[in-house]
Structures are given as structure tokens and as C-alpha cells.
């Protein structure tokens, strides 16, 4: 009969060493959960799309383990199992993080060990985002109204573009035709609604315009999502020609360092408050601002330098204001002016804080300086 505290003891040192110290899916420290089907330690979240595959999960703390499965623990681990799952994963495929949204973790889970795409295995036909093309149906939000329909989508890595059309029709030609160059995709779910919710952002003139759409299969949409990465690692090889994987790969795609709603006066700090959505791009140093959160352009937009440069951010209390419901003040300064912006909550204001700060201590690219020049230009 097994030692149940023995064994319980065992599994406590196992998962203290170094590679099975953080979840074999997502990263996240101290797991607390195995599959004893695979061997490996994952943590809460994915523990229960373990059990949704029928992995067979346990907790290492509180469920009784026999004798045989902490053998087939020892003999396995996170390190002995990725190097069979995970041995070709393609450069661009996005490995999620602990605080990633529940589709990419889900459909990352189920690539490695129910469809088992990164075992080097050669595929026929081969996995749909490794082709260089991609079409097919998403649900697009309108631009200027909250309806979605259902929209055709042609990803073409040859051609470094992403089309799509307004009607089923081809015949009429593209609506857009979008350069992979400034092509940015991120899973937005909670801001568009929907669990499969993605926002693709581009280039359009003097604009950001932001699209926002989804597909009912989650693995359509991560399928979709990778495809994009998959395009955008291949612009970028030929655009940085000696540039590393390492230094690439974070350009690929990138989530936003901070979004929310704040409220925004005009440049005499006289004129009413407006409540505006704002999100803070931390790689281009932008802090754009929009009438509401799913708008797909923006009013304006703030270029983030450095203090050395003549920009500063300090929280405070306007005077003179008026039409301001909230009372957490932000105030960013740059060479030709001011912006005075109010949070709801000291915690809101904390966080915009600490992320504006973030930018500013970064020193600034090259390519920053031309950003500035561009923004300040249209002002």
C-alpha cells in the first residue's frame, strides 16, 4: 500500500527543481497540479484544460497518489516532456504566459498534446498557419456602428498583406489592403466581447485604425492569430536581415502596456472634462486616446519621450477645471505642452502612473526620434 505522506513528499521535492518549478504550459510559478498522464506540473488554470483533454489530473498536495504514478512522475518532468511535444515549435508560434487570455492557453495546450503539431513530425496536409496564406471567414466589427459580419480575410506572407473584402463578392475588389509593416494583433476578449476576440491594428494614412474581430472555433482564431505572427516574423527577417530571434521575436506581436478610460481636458486645462479610452503602446511610445474603447481610429495621439528630452509625468490636483467627475489626476508633460488627465480611482491613477513612467525611463531608438518629429508635426 502507498505512503501516502511519502509520497505526498516526494512530489513536493519534485516540483521544486528547477524545471518543473513553473507550469509546463504557461510559466507560472510554484504549480501545485500534475498530469499524470503526461508527467508534467502545470498549474491551476491549465490543470483544468488538462482535465477537459482527459489527462488524467491530480493535486500534488491534496489527492492521494499511488506508488507507480510518482515513479512515472520521477522518470518524467517538465524538461524530459517538452523535449518530445515541443521539439519544433516554430519560431513565431506565441507560447503564452500565465496572465494570457484562456483561448491562447487553451489551444496551445491542445496543439502540444492532443494534435501534437510540435513533435517534428512532418504534416499532410501541413498545419494551416506554417502555408504562407490564409483565407477565410471572420466576424468584423462595422467602423462606425457595434454590428458584426461576417467579412472574407486573405493573408498572403508572398505578398506581406493582409486583405479583406466588404461582400461575399470579390468582384468589387478589397476594402482594404493592409501592409504587414505596421500590422500589430493582439486577443482582445473582454474589450470586444467575445472569448475568440482579436483587434488588429495598422498604418492607414495618418491614422491608427483599429479592426475588430473573431471567429466561433477557438482554434480558427488562435490558427489565425499564429498566421499574422507567422507573416510578421518573415517581414521582419527581411527587413532586419541580421537581426537574432531573440531580438525579433518580441517585435513580432505586442499586448498594450495599459489601456482604460480616463478623462482629458483641453490644452488651456480650462476647457470640460471628456472621458476618452487611452491605450499606452510602450514599443512605439504612443499614448493614444479615443472616444470610446472599440473606436477604429483614434482623436489623438501623445508621443511618450524621455526626461532627458524635456517629457515628465507626475500625478496632481488641476486647478481652474471644470466637468470632471473623477479626481486622480495624471499629468504628462511634454516640450510644447501639458495634458492633464483624471483617473476614477487612486489605483487607476497609480497604474497610468507606473506605466507612463515605465516608457519614459526607456531611452529612446533612433526610430523613436522620427515617431516624435511625424506627431509633433500634425499638431
Not at 488627465?341 to 513612467?357: H, I, P, S
Request: proline content about 5%; some cysteine.
Amino acid at each position: 500500500m502507498a505512503n501516502r505522506e511519502r509520497n505526498r513528499k516526494i512530489l513536493l521535492e519534485l516540483v521544486k527543481q528547477p524545471g518543473n518549478s513553473r507550469c509546463a504550459d504557461c510559466g507560472a510559478a510554484d504549480p501545485e497540479w500534475a498530469s499524470y498522464k503526461l508527467g508534467v506540473f502545470v498549474c491551476l488554470n491549465c490543470s483544468g484544460i488538462h482535465r477537459s483533454l482527459s489527462s488524467r489530473v491530480k493535486s500534488i498536495k491534496l489527492d492521494f497518489w499511488e506508488d507507480e504514478l510518482v515513479e512515472f512522475m520521477k522518470s518524467n518532468g517538465n524538461d524530459g516532456v517538452r523535449a518530445s511535444y515541443e521539439k519544433a515549435v516554430p519560431p513565431y508560434y506565441y507560447q503564452p504566459q500565465e496572465n494570457d487570455c484562456g483561448v491562447l492557453r487553451e489551444q496551445w495546450i491542445r496543439a502540444k498534446y492532443e494534435r501534437m503539431e510540435f513533435t517534428g513530425e512532418t504534416k499532410y496536409p501541413p498545419i494551416s498557419y506554417t502555408t504562407g496564406f490564409y483565407e477565410g471567414m471572420l466576424w468584423k466589427k462595422g467602423k462606425d456602428n457595434a454590428q458584426f459580419l461576417k467579412r472574407k480575410f486573405v493573408l498572403s506572407e508572398r505578398e506581406f498583406t493582409l486583405i479583406y473584402y466588404n461582400k461575399e463578392n470579390e468582384t468589387k475588389g478589397p476594402k482594404a489592403v493592409i501592409s504587414i509593416k505596421d500590422l500589430n494583433a493582439n486577443f482582445q476578449p473582454e474589450k470586444i466581447g467575445h472569448p475568440h476576440g482579436l483587434q488588429i491594428t495598422y498604418q492607414e494614412n495618418d491614422h491608427t485604425r483599429n479592426l475588430y474581430v473573431y471567429h466561433e472555433r477557438a482554434e480558427e482564431i488562435v490558427a489565425w492569430y499564429n498566421a499574422i505572427r507567422a507573416a510578421r516574423y518573415a517581414y521582419l527577417k527581411t527587413a532586419y536581415p541580421t537581426g537574432s530571434d531573440e531580438e525579433l521575436i518580441p517585435k513580432i506581436t505586442r499586448n498594450y502596456l495599459k489601456e482604460g478610460y480616463m478623462e482629458k481636458t483641453g490644452p488651456l486645462q480650462k476647457e470640460p472634462f471628456k472621458k476618452r479610452w487611452f491605450v499606452l503602446d510602450s514599443e512605439k511610445r504612443k499614448l493614444f486616446y479615443y472616444k470610446g474603447m472599440l473606436d477604429a481610429e483614434e482623436i489623438g495621439v501623445i508621443f511618450i519621450g524621455t526626461e532627458s528630452n524635456g517629457y515628465a509625468v507626475k500625478d496632481c490636483v488641476p486647478k481652474n477645471t471644470r466637468g470632471n467627475k473623477w479626481r486622480c489626476g495624471v499629468l504628462v508633460e511634454t516640450p510644447e505642452r501639458q495634458f492633464v488627465f483624471m483617473c476614477e480611482k487612486e489605483r487607476d491613477q497609480r497604474e497610468w502612473l507606473n506605466a507612463l513612467r515605465q516608457v519614459l525611463s526607456r531611452p529612446m531608438a533612433p526610430q523613436d526620434y522620427t515617431t516624435e518629429a511625424n506627431i509633433n508635426s500634425k499638431r
